[in-house]
């Protein structure tokens, strides 16, 4: 019965370790100096595109005056930026919104209130509703995630998708952006020190981080598909062999 039991465990250990990661590969920031690093999020705002959903709130020291420039249901609903880049308020209009920041944005209904001189020190708030991204291929919870405070970075959001497995190429992860009408693609390491002041550590709203598996990983799921039957094959025969001996 031992000896059944160790032949066992001796086949199953050689079948683990023909799928171990070297543990260089799956490091991240490598070789990464103790330094500070300078603020990148100045950089990082995106610009507000067709599809958008923007929350807009106006505000100022004339209440009354305040609803005629609010959706009534602004706390459930926001402003679709439409295809022709604009988006439809009460008292203003039709504002183009596509292309500009959200701080250009503030700053333009701000001027358009301020020229119609109904409100006194008008405060224009905007946030997006529809900030999302998406993390697929070799993590451990493929996912769409919702960003309500407007800012993540790949990392973070590799993290809320469970992280990448061990089998998932670190070197080369996939960011699929779409701006200023154009698909762009990124192949980013973030094993790589200098991902820290990368331009892409931040994300911005519907991009697409893509781990793809690594040799090991496709090699290991093709292996195993074809070797794994015979493997406990061999381990039943030797089995029955071992009881026959015993008795």
């Not at 970075?153 to 699929?176: E, M, P, Q, V």
């Amino acid at each position: 019965m031992a000896g059944r039991y160790s032949i066992t465990i001796i086949l199953l250990f050689i079948l683990a370790c023909s799928s171990c990661t070297p543990s260089k590969k799956i490091t991240y920031f490598q070789n990464a100096q103790d330094s500070e690093l300078r603020q990148i999020l100045s950089t990082i705002e995106a610009p507000i595109q067709k599809n958008d959903i923007l929350n807009i709130v106006i505000s100022s020291l004339s209440p009354e005056e305040d609803i005629k420039y609010n959706r009534v249901d602004n706390t459930t609903k926001g402003y679709l930026v439409n295809n022709d880049g604009t988006i439809q308020m009460p008292k203003l209009g039709n504002v183009m919104a596509a292309g500009l920041t959200k701080k250009q944005l503030t700053d333009k209904i701000t001027s358009i209130i301020l020229e119609k001189k109904e409100l006194l020190n008008p405060i224009v708030e905007i946030r997006q509703l529809n900030f999302e991204v998406t993390v697929l291929g070799e993590v451990a919870n493929p996912s769409v995630i919702n960003v309500p405070s407007e800012k993540i970075s790949l990392i973070k959001a590799l993290g809320l998708a469970g992280d990448i497995t061990i089998y998932g190429k670190r070197d080369n992860i996939l960011l699929i952006r779409e701006e200023d009408g154009k698909r762009i693609t990124r192949h980013l390491d973030i094993n790589a020190a200098d991902f820290l002041t990368s331009e892409y550590y931040y994300l911005k709203p519907n991009d697409v981080v893509y781990v793809e598996p690594s040799k090991a990983k496709i090699a290991t799921t093709s292996r195993s598909q074809t070797i794994i039957p015979y493997i406990f094959s061999g381990i039943s025969i030797l089995i029955l062999v071992l009881d026959r001996v015993i008795k």
